[in-house]
C-alpha cells in the first residue's frame, strides 16, 4: 500500500516540529513550554482586543488552577509507574539536559492524573500490565499518557513537551519498519499511543493541527486494517491449550497465560472502540463521514463485567471468575470471554429492534455512539437530497427517519435499563452518578441522540470548528425555519445542563467538577447551551413583537411557557452553584464578559416575578417578563462561565469564543428589532 495511506504521522510531521536530530526536536517544543513562571503576569494589564493576551490569559487561569492539584501519585494505591532509572534512560538515549524533561515527580503525577481523571472514562490501556521497566519500547505510550495526564495538572506546556517527543519515537518507530517491509507488524502500545494523540489534536485548539485531524484519523484508521487490529484476536494468535476448569487448576503459569491472552484480546477490541468513539465525535463535530464507522469493525465488544478487566493479577482474574461462575475449560469458552459479542451483529439486532443483550454499560456506551453515528449519517443523506425543497426533507424526516430512529432510541433504553443504567437524574440517584464514570457519559451523549434525531446539529458544529463564527450565526438562525423541531430539542438540551449542575450541588465544588468533565460531555454542554439560547431569543422575539404590535396574536403555546420557566429554574441552580458573577475579574469568563461589551451581562429574575410567566389571562405581563428576564443572554453567559472558568481541555477555549460570538450576534439582533420598533 502507498505510503501516504499507511504513515499516519507523516503529513503532521511540521506541525509537530518533528525533525532528524531528537535534542533539536525536544529544544524547540521546550522553548515553546519552558519557564511556565513568566505567565503569572497582572491580569488587569492585558487588553481585550487582543488575541495573544487572551491565550496567555489562558494559560495563566491553568497554572493557577494547576496549584490546586494535589500529588496524587503520593497515594500509596497508586504506584509512580516511571522510576528514575528509565528517566535517566530516556535523557541519556536522547541527548537531554535537566531543564528539556520534566522532572520525575512530575511524570508521576501526570501519569497517575491519567489514570484518576482520563482512563476511568476510555480504559484502553490495561494500566496494572503497563510496566515500563520490562518493556522499554513502550516508552511512546508512557510519554502519550503523561501527555494526557499533564493536562488535568493545568500543565499544557509540559503536556505538548511530551506530545512532541511521543510523536517523534513513533515517527522513528516507523520509519525503520518501513525500510524493513514490516508495516504489517505493528505493536499495540504504538496504536495507542496514537489514539491518545488524537485526543490531544482534536481538542488542542490549534487551527493549524485541527486542520490535520481528519488525514489523521483517516491514515490510523488504514493502519488498523492493514494490522488486523479490528480481527478477533484468534485470528491471529490462538489461546493456551485448556483442558478442565480454570477456576480449578494449580498450573499458575497456564493460568496466567490465559489472564494475558484475555487482557490482550479486551485491550485490542477496547483501543477499537474507543477509536470508534473519536471518530464519531469528529464526524459530528465536523459534518464528515464516520471514518470508523461500525461496519467496518469486526471485533467484539467490551467485556460485561469491568472487574475482570481491572484485575491486575490472575489470582484476583480467578476469583471474579469463581464470583460471576464463568467456566473457563476450553480455548473456545476463553475465546468467547475474551471477544465478547460480535459487535456488528449487535447493532444490527438494534437496527432490527430486536436487541436484548446482557453486555455491559461499556458495551451499552459502544452502542450509543454507534447511535449517534446512525442518526448523524441519516441526517447527512437528509440534508444533501439536493432535488428536493426544505419542506420536501422536513416532511421526509418527520415521517420516515425520526420515527425509526425513536424507535431504535427506546429499544436501546430498554436494554440499557437491563443492564443496569438510570435514565432519568433524582436526587437518590445523583450519587450513583456522580460515582459512575459511564454513567456521566452515556447520559449526556443519550440526550445528545435525541437532540440530533430533532435538529441538523452537525452544520452548526462544523462552523464552530472552523472557527467562522459568521457561518455560525447564519447557521444557528436556520433553525427558526422549523421552530417546532428546535422547541423538540431543548427538554434534551435542558436535561444536559441539568445533570451538570446536579453533579456540582452533589460534589459542592464547581471548578473541580468542571475539571473532571469528561471532553463529551463538554461538547454537549456547549451543543445544548447554543440551542437553548436560540430558542429562547425566538420566545423573547414573541414577546418584543407582542408588547409592540397593535395586532396581539397568542403565538406563545402552553410549551413555550413551560420550557421558559424550567430553563429559569434551571439557570438559577447553576448561578448558586457556580461563583458569583464579578468575584474572580481574572477569571477567563469574566475577561470574555468584558469584550462582548454587555453582551453577557444580565440581572437574575426574581422567582415570584419568574413564576408569572405560567399565569393564565392577559399576555401583557408576561410578554414584559420574558423581555426583562433576557434568559438568551443569560445561557449564553453561564456557558461561558461553565466552559471557560476550569478548562482542561483546550477545545473548552474554542467553546467559550463561540459563545461569546453568538451573545454579540443576538445582543445586535436584539437591539437592532427594539430600534426598528422604536422608528415604526
Not at 56 to 83: A, E, M, V
Not at 373 to 393: C, L, P, R
Not at 552 to 558: D, F, G, H, V
Amino acid at each position: 500500500p502507498p505510503r501516504s495511506t499507511l504513515f499516519p504521522l507523516h503529513d503532521a510531521l511540521p506541525i509537530y516540529q518533528v525533525v532528524d536530530s531528537p535534542s533539536l526536536s525536544i529544544n524547540t517544543s521546550n522553548n515553546l513550554l519552558n519557564n511556565q513562571n513568566l505567565l503569572s503576569e497582572n491580569l488587569n494589564s492585558y487588553s481585550p482586543s487582543s488575541t495573544n493576551d487572551l491565550k496567555k490569559l489562558f494559560r495563566s487561569r491553568q497554572i493557577d488552577l494547576s496549584k490546586h492539584i494535589p500529588h496524587t501519585y503520593q497515594n500509596p494505591t497508586i504506584p509512580g509507574r516511571c522510576s528514575e532509572s528509565i528517566r535517566n534512560h530516556i535523557m541519556e538515549k536522547y541527548n537531554l539536559s535537566e531543564q528539556q524533561f520534566p522532572q520525575l515527580d512530575d511524570l508521576n503525577h501526570y501519569l497517575a492524573l491519567y489514570e484518576i481523571e482520563f482512563n476511568k472514562y476510555f480504559p484502553f490501556i490495561h494500566i496494572p500490565s503497563f510496566k515500563i521497566d520490562e518493556n522499554l519500547d513502550q516508552i511512546p505510550l508512557l510519554l502519550s499518557m503523561a501527555a494526557v495526564g499533564a493536562l488535568y495538572s493545568f500543565h499544557a506546556r509540559n503536556s505538548s513537551t511530551l506530545f512532541n517527543f511521543s510523536r517523534f519515537l513513533i515517527h522513528n518507530f516507523m520509519e525503520v519498519q518501513l525500510k524493513l517491509h514490516k508495516f504489517t507488524d505493528i505493536p499495540l502500545h504504538i496504536t495507542q499511543s496514537l489514539v491518545l494523540h488524537m485526543f490531544l489534536g482534536m481538542f488542542h485548539n490549534d487551527q493549524e493541527i485541527t486542520k490535520l485531524i481528519s488525514r489523521q484519523l483517516n491514515s490510523l484508521v488504514s493502519l488498523i486494517k492493514t494490522t488486523k487490529l479490528d480481527m478477533p484476536l484468534e485470528s491471529l494468535l490462538l489461546p493456551p491449550n485448556i483442558n478442565s476448569d480454570l477456576t480449578f487448576l494449580n498450573n499458575f503459569e497456564l493460568v496466567d497465560s490465559c489472564f494475558k491472552y484475555f487482557i490482550l484480546s479486551q485491550s485490542r477490541i477496547r483501543t477499537i472502540h474507543v477509536l470508534h468513539y473519536i471518530t464519531v465525535l469528529f464526524g459530528i463535530l465536523n459534518n464528515s463521514n464516520i471514518q470508523l464507522s461500525f461496519e467496518n469493525m469486526e471485533c467484539g465488544s467490551p467485556c460485561q463485567f469491568d472487574e475482570l478487566w481491572n484485575c491486575k493479577n490472575f489470582n484476583e482474574w480467578i476469583l471474579i471468575l469463581k464470583e460471576k461462575n464463568l467456566i473457563i475449560n476450553s480455548k473456545f469458552s476463553l475465546i468467547m470471554l475474551s471477544n465478547g459479542l460480535p459487535y456488528k451483529e449487535l447493532f444490527r439486532n438494534l437496527q432490527n429492534l430486536s436487541l436484548d443483550k446482557e453486555i455491559g454499560l461499556r458495551g451499552m456506551l459502544s452502542l450509543l455512539l454507534t447511535l449517534n453515528e446512525f442518526i448523524h449519517s441519516e441526517s447527512e443523506k437528509n440534508q444533501k437530497e439536493n432535488n428536493k425543497s426544505y419542506g420536501a426533507k422536513l416532511a421526509q424526516w418527520r415521517m420516515e427517519q425520526r420515527p425509526y430512529i425513536e424507535s431504535l432510541i427506546k429499544i436501546w433504553e430498554s436494554n440499557y435499563i437491563k443492564n443496569g443504567g438510570l435514565l432519568v437524574p433524582r436526587g437518590q440517584n445523583i450519587h450513583i452518578i456522580n460515582n459512575s464514570s459511564i454513567l456521566k457519559l452515556i447520559l449526556p451523549l443519550l440526550s445528545f441522540a435525541k437532540i440530533n434525531k430533532c435538529v441538523y446539529i452537525s452544520g452548526i458544529l462544523n462552523h464552530v470548528w472552523n472557527k467562522d463564527w459568521e457561518l455560525m450565526n447564519n447557521e444557528i438562525q436556520n433553525l427558526n425555519r422549523d421552530i417546532e423541531a428546535l422547541r423538540d430539542s431543548i427538554n434534551y438540551s435542558l436535561d444536559i445542563i441539568n445533570l451538570w449542575i446536579e453533579i456540582i450541588s452533589i460534589n459542592n465544588d464547581a471548578e473541580k467538577t468542571s475539571i473532571r468533565t469528561p471532553i463529551f460531555f463538554l461538547t454537549c454542554l456547549f451543543t445544548s447551551t447554543l440551542l437553548i439560547s436560540e430558542y429562547l431569543y425566538t420566545t423573547e422575539a414573541w414577546a418584543h413583537k407582542y408588547l409592540n404590535s397593535n395586532n396581539n396574536n397568542n403565538n406563545l403555546t402552553t410549551s413555550d411557557r413551560v420550557l421558559w420557566l424550567r430553563a429559569e429554574k434551571i439557570f438559577k441552580k447553576i448561578e448558586q452553584n457556580l461563583l458569583p458573577l464579578g468575584s474572580n475579574n481574572q477569571s477567563y469568563s469574566e475577561f470574555l464578559r468584558m469584550q462582548a461589551n454587555g453582551a453577557l451581562d444580565v440581572d437574575i429574575l426574581d422567582d415570584e416575578i419568574a413564576r408569572l410567566a405560567l399565569e393564565p389571562g392577559d399576555l401583557k405581563p408576561i410578554a414584559q417578563i420574558i423581555v426583562s428576564g433576557k434568559l438568551s443572554q443569560r445561557c449564553l453567559s453561564l456557558g461561558v462561565r461553565i466552559l471557560a472558568d476550569a478548562p482542561v481541555w483546550p477545545v473548552a477555549l474554542l467553546f467559550a469564543e463561540a459563545l461569546k460570538a453568538r451573545a454579540i450576534r443576538s445582543e445586535e439582533r436584539r437591539v437592532g428589532k427594539e430600534c426598528r420598533s422604536r422608528w415604526s
